[in-house]
Structure formats: C-alpha cells, structure tokens
C-alpha cells in the first residue's frame, strides 16, 4: 500500500513540474526567449 502511494505522489508531483514548465515556456514573448528558456531547462535538468 505505501507503494502505491508513493507511485501516486510521485505521478502527482511530475505532472506538477510538467504544468509548470509548460506555463514557463508558455511565458516567452518570443522565439528568441524561448529558445534560452529551453537550453536553460536542459541545463537545469
């Protein structure tokens, strides 16, 4: 059962950074910013 729970937490908390970085992304007011907001997340991790 604590298994599953931490399954779920983490599925949780990956869908949370991945909302996130979309919003992030989202942001760039244009390719320019994008482009350094991209390398700068792969750099990052």
């Known amino acids: ?3 599953y729970l931490f ?8 869908r949370a950074e ?3 970085r979309d919003a992030y992304l989202a942001s760039a007011v244009d390719m ?7 390398q700068s ?3 990052d991790g």
């Open 1 to 3: 059962m604590f298994i």
């Open 7 to 14: 399954l779920l937490l983490q599925e949780l908390l990956d």
């Open 18 to 20: 991945h909302s996130r």
């Open 32 to 38: 320019c910013e994008l482009e350094r907001r991209m």
């Open 41 to 43: 997340l792969d750099i």
